[in-house]
Structures are given as C-alpha cells and as structure tokens.
C-alpha cells in the first residue's frame, strides 16, 4: 500500500496545499485559467439531488463566486506525476469555454555553467525566502521547513534573499470580506449552521468561556453578529487582547451591499496589482519559498479555532500565482521544541495575531506540540507569477532534487513499514 499515483483537487484558499504539506505528497495549484472545472465536485453539491444539477454546479465548485476564483489542480507522489498530470489537461476546452487555450508549455530554466545571465556571478536563480508573515509566526519545524530548503539551494548555487510580504494580513481579510458577503449563505448551506457559533456568541459575555477560544471562527460568526455586536466585539479584542488583526477580520466578516462587494473585489484586484509591483517587479524574483502553514498537521477539532492559518495559503488565490508543495522534512522532538522566542511575543520577529499566537505557542494546552507532533511531515509552497505555471513546475523539480532523499516519493511508505 502506498496511495494511488495521482488525486485531484479544488483550491481556494489552500485546500490543495494544506493536505499535501499535512500528508507529506506533492500538490500544485496552477492559476485560474490553465485548468477547467468542469464536473469537479464541489461541496456544494450536497444540497442538489438532480444529477443534471450538480453537474450544472460543477462548473465553478461554488457557483456564482467569482471573486477569488476556486482552480483544480493534481496532487500526487512526485513533481514528475503532477507535470504528466498538467501535460494532459493544460489547455483542454469545456463547455463553459474555458480554460485559456494554452497547452503545457516546456521551460527550460538556466543551467548551471551560464552564470553570467545574472547579477550575481553563481546565480542560476534568484528564490525569494518568506519565513515571517507578521500575520502569525511560524511554527519552528515551519520555520526550519524554509530554512532546510534554502540551505540546499544555496549550497547549489541559488541565491535566496529574504523579503517581506506587503500588507501581509490584507489578503486574508480580503479573502473573509468576500467569501461572507452574502452572511454565508452559500458557503455554508451543504452544513447548515456552524455550531461553534453559539459558543463564540457567549464568549463575548454569556458565559464564562475564554474570549480567546472565540478567535477564529470569524466566517462563521461574523456575520451572525448584529453591526453594534460586531463592532463592539471587535474593538473589545484590539483594545483588550491587543489583537488589532483578529479584530479587523471580525471586522471583514459580515453581510454587504452590492457596493461594499464591488468595492472589495476592487480592493482585492488592487492588492494583487501591488504585489506584483512590491514583489515580482522591484525584486526580479523567479519564485518564493514560503510556508504552507505556521502549523504542521493541527489536533482534531482545534481547526474551529484557527482557521486564519489559511493565510499564506489565501494570498496565493488572492494574487493567482500558480504555486507548488513540496514535502520537506518531519518533526523532530529535539530541533522543534517551542523556546522563549515563540512563548514570549516579545522576544524575535515576525510576531502576529497575539490571540492565535497564545492558542498555538503558550501555556500547558498550546496547540503546537513538538512531542506529540513527531514525525508528522511538513511541506513548503514554491510560488510563481501569474501564466508560469510550467515555470513553477521546473523549479519543484530544483528544489526537489536539492534537498535529496528524506522520506518522501513512491515507494515511501513502503520502505517506512520494512
């Protein structure tokens, strides 16, 4: 037993990449346009019994959304399988004429013995290195998951510079305003209401629940809230927890108007057009190196606390860059043991939401758990410009092969249970 060759998913805000970084397999999100989706299978397709409807559905995964757009994409047990994957849909047409009529394109990147293409006399490429988001500090296996891989792409030769993300919270409360624009009610009708809302409701004075439980079913609760409510809960969080992030996507998270959604996806279109100009164009980057998550695999039920961990994720739909995951490495007990700098969120840097940052980093009940995380693997995202999808695919196949034998590949499995 070794998992089937080849799987294929939706993704819109991570759900390509947080299962692959959580299971140790290789995944790729391409950007809208390279791949239809038609007849995928989205979530919402619970609430129609018709065939022909669901199939209708099945067009945009979520209908009618079109802010951030949700894209198909392949996981599998290697950077080859995902290729062979793209090779064979890229460019195929549907019946909602789309994707763009583009096949896969073959990139050959720079070899090694051209040096002198750039800046930098042994430069073969230039990898940007993101390891703080500001937005929530990275776990240390997370951190060290970016550190291992531009460790070994320095020793080939690839230059790596550290960079910071432009406003990085921004997208995710982008990403909130829109997905909750209509209070939810897409979104959530295959579940029905979301029953961590009634305890959130009473963290905020009913009861004697922790405020700081109540973080981060923001979806959710958000738009249950009446404006006052809402407005009050929130500047309570920036005012007394000093959280002015959870407290902006509480904020984000409510119904709207047609002129608050317009000037949202204008915002988000925005966004997208100035990191292209902060990061692609200023830097001359080929590719990034981020972290899919600041947590590897969380503990069962505690995602209904955490979900803003989707932000290094959702800034890649918000921006649609094409963008890969890699398996990098595994806990290890001895290297990624919290310490002082992720206790105490006044020692180090890149530092974010305090509330979420205490869920997972302190006290006795901490989320993150290096002990009980050991040997759970941790992926990295290789992130692209827009229309580089084969780009992207190229550059897996670098870091890949840079980082060498670790455990993860075909025959995995197989060899871990001999």
Same mark, same amino acid.
């Given at each position: 037993?070794?998992? &089937?060759?080849?799987? $294929?998913?939706?993704?819109?805000? !991570?759900?390509? %990449?947080?299962?692959?970084?959580?299971?140790?397999?290789?995944?790729?999100?391409?950007?809208?346009?390279?791949?239809?989706?038609?007849?995928?299978?989205?979530?919402?397709?619970?609430?129609?019994?018709?065939?022909?409807?669901?199939?209708?559905?099945?067009?945009?995964?979520?209908?009618?959304?079109?802010?951030?757009?949700?894209?198909?994409? /392949?996981?599998? %047990?290697?950077?080859?399988?995902? =290729?062979?994957?793209?090779?064979? @849909?890229? !460019?195929?047409? &549907?019946?909602?004429?789309?994707? +763009?009529?583009?096949?896969?394109?073959? *990139?050959?990147?720079?070899?090694?013995?051209?040096?002198?293409?750039?800046?930098?006399?042994?430069?073969?490429?230039?990898?940007?290195? $993101?390891?703080?988001?500001?937005?929530?500090? /990275?776990?240390?296996?997370?951190?060290?998951?970016?550190?291992?891989?531009?460790?070994?792409?320095?020793?080939?030769? #690839?230059?790596?510079?550290?960079?910071?993300?432009?406003?990085?919270?921004?997208?995710?409360?982008?990403?909130?305003?829109?997905?909750?624009?209509?209070?939810?009610?897409?979104?959530?009708?295959?579940?029905?209401?979301?029953?961590?809302?009634?305890?959130?409701?009473?963290?905020?004075?009913?009861?004697?629940?922790?405020?700081?439980?109540?973080?981060?079913?923001?979806?959710?609760?958000?738009?249950?809230?009446?404006?006052?409510?809402?407005?009050?809960?929130?500047?309570?969080?920036? %005012?007394?927890?000093?959280?002015?992030?959870?407290?902006?996507?509480?904020?984000?998270?409510?119904?709207?108007?047609?002129?608050?959604? $317009?000037?949202?996806?204008?915002?988000?279109?925005?966004?997208? %057009?100035?990191?292209?100009?902060?990061?692609?164009?200023? *830097?001359?980057?080929?590719?990034?190196? +981020?972290?899919?998550?600041?947590?590897?695999?969380?503990? #069962?039920?505690?995602? +209904?606390?955490?979900?803003?961990?989707?932000?290094?994720?959702?800034?890649?739909?918000? @921006?649609?860059?094409?963008?890969?995951?890699?398996?990098?490495?595994?806990?290890?007990?001895?290297?990624?043991?919290?310490?002082?700098?992720?206790?105490?969120?006044?020692?180090?840097?890149? *530092?974010?939401?305090?509330?979420?940052?205490?869920?997972?980093?302190?006290? =006795?009940?901490?989320?993150?758990?290096?002990?009980?995380?050991?040997?759970?693997?941790?992926?990295?995202?290789?992130?692209?410009?827009? $229309?580089?999808? =084969?780009?992207?695919?190229?550059?897996?196949?670098?870091?890949?092969? @840079?980082?060498?034998?670790?455990?993860?590949?075909?025959?995995?499995?197989?060899?871990?249970?001999?």
């Amino acid at each position: 037993m070794d998992g &089937s060759a080849l799987g $294929w998913g939706t993704d819109v805000g !991570g759900s390509l %990449r947080i299962p692959a970084s959580y299971c140790g397999i290789y995944s790729f999100k391409p950007g809208n346009g390279r791949v239809g989706t038609m007849g995928a299978v989205g979530m919402l397709f619970l609430v129609f019994k018709n065939l022909d409807e669901r199939l209708i559905l099945g067009i945009d995964c979520i209908p009618g959304f079109e802010a951030v757009r949700t894209v198909c994409g /392949p996981m599998g %047990r290697s950077v080859e399988d995902l =290729e062979l994957a793209c090779r064979v @849909v890229f !460019g195929l047409s &549907s019946q909602n004429y789309g994707p +763009a009529p583009l096949p896969f394109r073959a *990139h050959e990147l720079p070899e090694r013995l051209k040096f002198g293409y750039y800046t930098s006399e042994d430069v073969l490429l230039i990898i940007a290195i $993101w390891i703080p988001d500001n937005f929530i500090k /990275p776990s240390p296996v997370c951190q060290r998951a970016v550190l291992q891989t531009v460790e070994a792409l320095r020793r080939e030769g #690839h230059e790596c510079i550290e960079f910071t993300v432009p406003e990085p919270s921004k997208p995710m409360e982008l990403f909130l305003a829109l997905i909750s624009s209509d209070g939810n009610k897409t979104l959530f009708a295959p579940i029905g209401p979301d029953p961590q809302v009634r305890p959130l409701l009473d963290a905020i004075g009913l009861t004697n629940k922790p405020l700081q439980q109540a973080e981060l079913a923001t979806v959710a609760l958000g738009p249950k809230l009446y404006g006052w409510l809402r407005s009050f809960a929130a500047w309570f969080i920036e %005012r007394s927890f000093d959280d002015r992030i959870c407290a902006n996507l509480l904020r984000a998270s409510r119904k709207k108007s047609v002129d608050d959604f $317009w000037r949202i996806c204008s915002e988000a279109k925005e966004y997208a %057009r100035m990191f292209n100009q902060e990061v692609w164009e200023k *830097h001359q980057f080929d590719g990034i190196i +981020a972290p899919v998550q600041a947590m590897p695999a969380l503990p #069962h039920e505690s995602v +209904a606390y955490v979900g803003s961990l989707s932000c290094p994720t959702v800034l890649y739909n918000i @921006v649609d860059s094409p963008v890969g995951t890699i398996p990098v490495t595994r806990v290890d007990p001895v290297l990624d043991s919290l310490t002082e700098e992720w206790s105490n969120p006044k020692v180090g840097t890149g *530092h974010g939401s305090p509330l979420v940052e205490r869920l997972l980093y302190r006290g =006795e009940g901490a989320m993150y758990n290096a002990q009980k995380m050991a040997g759970l693997p941790v992926g990295v995202q290789v992130v692209g410009k827009k $229309w580089e999808e =084969e780009k992207v695919i190229e550059m897996m196949k670098v870091v890949d092969r @840079v980082l060498g034998q670790r455990g993860f590949g075909p025959g995995c499995w197989s060899s871990q249970k001999q």
